[in-house]
């Protein structure tokens, strides 16, 4: 029986020509439990929709093709030419290395030696400016002809490139003193630590209780020696107030909050009362220097 299929936000805004995509950037996000995209105007700088559907439980990546048949069949302009079409994916296969010793020529033995991926997986390589760093990430190979074959697309990346390099380009100049980012996403979180405006500590986890989470990231903290008590953590991703996530970490950290939406661009007004940080990787994706 073929796995139910959710959409959890709807938006299309007037504005949104359909027959002139070639004037827009499209960002897709593909996850194992739903897949997300947005549209965005950089005439107006402005974004104008974005749709987000999620399963019931986590599939494998190759499954992604068969459920986003039908979003596709519903929304061919998806298809057609964009003046940036970027996707994001998530894939346990990364790893950052140093772009000073980074070598195109033997990305495959770099990928291997820190974190193998099976045969039928490509080996891809985000180049991220704002970290002086090249994030290396393996993608199957099904997986990556269907987006290749399905979408003109312009690049591929890694979840975690668009999450630091977001990051690290919005707080420019404001990450002088400790802050912990934690994104949340159903079953596993991405931890981001910065201090005197660079990235001090990237790792993800995987997480099955609120308990897990604060052991994790109260961890992270004690190697660097930053306390708790005055360091800020913000949340980003798949969480809200209401959650035991938010309720435990109000038992350590005196300054909690959640991460901002981009303050240089423009929202239609449909995108008021939606929870944008879920989205923020994505949303920040076609501005990131990917």
């Known amino acids: 029986m073929p796995e139910p299929l959710h959409q959890v936000v709807d938006i299309d805004h007037s504005t949104l020509n359909t027959e002139h995509t070639s004037f827009y950037g499209l960002s897709i996000h593909l996850a194992v439990d739903g897949f997300s995209f947005c549209v ?21 990546p190759e499954a992604l093709c068969k459920f986003m048949e039908p979003t596709i069949k519903t929304h061919p302009w998806l298809s057609r030419t964009f003046k940036h079409t970027q996707v994001i994916v998530e894939t346990p296969y990364n ?43 393996g993608l199957s190979d099904t997986l990556y002809q269907y987006i290749s074959n399905k979408f003109n697309i312009s690049g591929i990346h890694h979840l975690s490139s668009a999450l630091v390099e977001g990051i690290l380009l919005n707080f420019k100049n404001r990450l002088e003193e400790p802050r912990v980012f934690a994104h949340i996403r159903k079953e596993y979180f991405d931890l981001v630590i910065t201090h005197e405006n ?93």
């Open 198 to 290: 660079k990235l001090l500590f990237f790792n993800t986890f995987h997480y099955k209780s609120k308990e897990d989470f604060a052991y994790y990231v109260l961890y992270a903290l004690e190697q660097f020696g930053l306390n708790p008590e005055t360091t800020e953590l913000v949340f980003l991703g798949e969480v809200l107030r209401e959650s035991g996530l938010y309720e435990i970490s109000e038992r350590y950290f005196r300054f909690i909050s959640f991460i901002r939406n981009i303050n240089w661009v423009n929202y239609t007004p449909e995108f008021e009362g939606v929870a944008l940080h879920f989205y923020y990787p994505l949303l920040n994706l076609q501005l990131c220097e990917l």
């Open 40 to 60: 965005f105007d950089p005439r107006e700088q402005k974004y104008l929709a974005l749709q987000s559907f999620k399963f019931q439980r986590i599939i494998e």
């Open 95 to 137: 790893t950052l290395i140093p772009r000073a010793v980074y070598q195109s020529a033997t990305i495959k033995e770099y990928m291997n030696f820190m974190n193998p991926v099976p045969d039928n997986y490509a080996v891809l390589a985000d180049q991220l400016p704002n970290l002086d760093a090249v994030n290396l990430f």
